[in-house]
T-cell receptor, first 114, second 114 residues
Framework: AQSVTQLGSHVSVSEGALVLLRCNYSSSVPPYLFWYVQYPNQGLQLLLKYTTGATLVKGINGFEAEFKKSETSFHLTKPSAHMSDAAEYFCAVSDSGGYQKVTFGTGTKLQVIP | DADVTQTPRNRITKTGKRIMLECSQTKGHDRMYWYRQDPGLGLRLIYYSFDVKDINKGEISDGYSVSRQAQAKFSLSLESAIPNQTALYFC?????????????FGPGTRLLVL
């Protein structure tokens, strides 16, 4: 079984400040890990993903995440928040086998304060 | 044109009515999914289909049924709608194979059951 925990359903940061959204996972097999973003009134779109290889993954819009196996974490960061980053962010995990069932976290709403 | 489309985008119905939500995709993907999104609960998988002849229940399939009419079309039905099925529904697609795990989401259908 696999699961995802996102700490903090709401996060507020000032424009220009560091963005840190936390994600911890559990998985009985090597995981694939994802961050998706949902802008208001839209579907989810992929920000970045980790499958194998380099543990620091860079995504769109300046976001990156680091897979830390020892901590079972995949936290999302961005050095400097923009107003346009205000959205809901979902961490997700799937197993690395052929089944590819994806389990989503409960989401974190990011508010960017001018 | 959008790769994954959902119709209708908004729907109000009454308890006991049968309704169908439709999803079409032009990405040529084999795999299609139906999720519901509720505030604070993230996305939960209702049904998924890995090809036209393969349909599987997700974690919350009770009260729902699906039909995969073609590779490009995947419909979700509520046989007898009830108020706790009020939610935002998303269709998603993905390709099969290692390295192709990304899911592509439609814009969502907002359903209100009175």
């Amino acid at each position: 079984a696999q699961s995802v925990t996102q700490l903090g359903s709401h996060v507020s940061v000032s424009e220009g400040a560091l963005v840190l959204l936390r994600c911890n996972y559990s998985s009985s097999v090597p995981p694939y890990l994802f961050w998706y973003v949902q802008y208001p009134n839209q579907g989810l779109q992929l920000l970045l993903k980790y499958t194998t290889g380099a543990t620091l993954v860079k995504g769109i819009n300046g976001f990156e995440a680091e897979f830390k196996k020892s901590e079972t974490s995949f936290h999302l960061t961005k050095p400097s928040a923009h107003m346009s980053d205000a959205a809901e962010y979902f961490c997700a995990v799937s197993d690395s086998g052929g089944y590819q069932k994806v389990t989503f976290g409960t989401g974190t709403k990011l508010q960017v304060i001018p | 044109d959008a790769d994954v489309t959902q119709t209708p985008r908004n729907r109000i119905t009454k308890t006991g009515k049968r309704i169908m939500l439709e999803c079409s995709q032009t990405k040529g993907h084999d795999r299609m999914y139906w999720y519901r999104q509720d505030p604070g609960l993230g996305l939960r998988l209702i049904y998924y289909s890995f090809d036209v002849k393969d349909i599987n229940k997700g974690e919350i399939s009770d009260g729902y049924s699906v039909s995969r009419q073609a590779q490009a079309k995947f419909s979700l039905s509520l046989e007898s709608a009830i108020p706790n099925q009020t939610a935002l529904y998303f269709c998603a697609t993905s390709d099969s194979g290692v390295g192709k795990e990304t899911q592509y989401f439609g814009p969502g259908t907002r359903l209100l059951v009175l």
